[in-house]
T-cell receptor, first 114, second 111 residues
Framework: DGGITQSPKYLFRKEGQNVTLSCEQNLNHDAMYWYRQDPGQGLRLIYYSQIVNDFQKGDIAEGYSVSREKKESFPLTVTSAQKNPTAFYLC?????????????FGDGTRLSIL | LAKTTQPISMDSYEGQEVNITCSHNNIATNDYITWYQQFPSQGPRFIIQGYKTKVTNEVASLFIPADRKSSTLSLPRVSLSDTAVYYCLVGAFGGYNKLIFGAGTRLAVHP
């Protein structure tokens, strides 16, 4: 089955620690996205990438970093600079440049602070 | 980027039709209207998308008036499993496709 796989499903971070969230897609999509969702809220864009080796900051990029070395992978690192990292993190992808093609989402990683 | 306004919550009963209306007064000419469904601890799932008039698929219908300043998602004969948060989004899907997610509408379906 084609889709987006996020791992792990649950993740715990200690103070001062960096953690990396995995996002893999086998849909052959060019564009990939990371969103953060807080309880009872909508999604906010952290980073996005339209093509391999290129990415741009979204609305809340501070304290996060990404890489896009392969088309199918877009890992997100939550650094120690992110002071309030507890949230639900969602990865999405879509076919780039085509109108009326929606984003497809993974099932998320829930990050908590120990 | 066009913002959307939708009810915070709605209640319904099994077997009823549910209509959720979304306002998007500043929609641009090349914007599409897209609805997603989200269950707790899962990613949003695409339901339906349209540009104008009416779109129907096996899950829902989307009604868009001529001025496109609003849209209505219609869920026929809901069941308990339709209890979820529904998001209305407006955006152009060319380019990098930045979407703005509001808080959505929490639909509760009761027996």
């Amino acid at each position: 089955d084609g889709g987006i796989t996020q791992s792990p499903k649950y993740l715990f971070r200690k103070e001062g620690q960096n953690v990396t969230l995995s996002c893999e897609q086998n849909l052959n999509h060019d564009a990939m996205y990371w969103y953060r969702q807080d309880p009872g809220q909508g999604l906010r864009l952290i980073y996005y990438s339209q093509i391999v080796n290129d990415f741009q900051k979204g609305d809340i990029a501070e304290g996060y970093s990404v890489s896009r070395e392969k088309k199918e992978s877009f890992p997100l690192t939550v650094t120690s600079a992110q002071k309030n990292p507890t949230a639900f993190y969602l990865c999405a992808s879509k076919i780039q440049g085509q109108s009326n093609q929606p984003q497809h989402f993974g099932d998320g990683t829930r990050l908590s602070i120990l | 980027l066009a913002k959307t306004t939708q009810p915070i919550s709605m209640d319904s009963y099994e077997g009823q039709e549910v209509n959720i209306t979304c306002s998007h007064n500043n929609i641009a000419t090349n914007d599409y209207i897209t609805w997603y469904q989200q269950f707790p601890s899962q990613g949003p799932r695409f339901i339906i998308q349209g540009y104008k008039t009416k779109v129907t698929n096996e899950v829902a219908s989307l009604f868009i008036p001529a001025d496109r300043k609003s849209s209505t998602l219609s869920l026929p004969r809901v069941s308990l499993s339709d209890t979820a948060v529904y998001y209305c989004l407006v955006g152009a899907f060319g380019g990098y496709n930045k979407l703005i997610f509001g808080a959505g509408t929490r639909l509760a379906v009761h027996p």
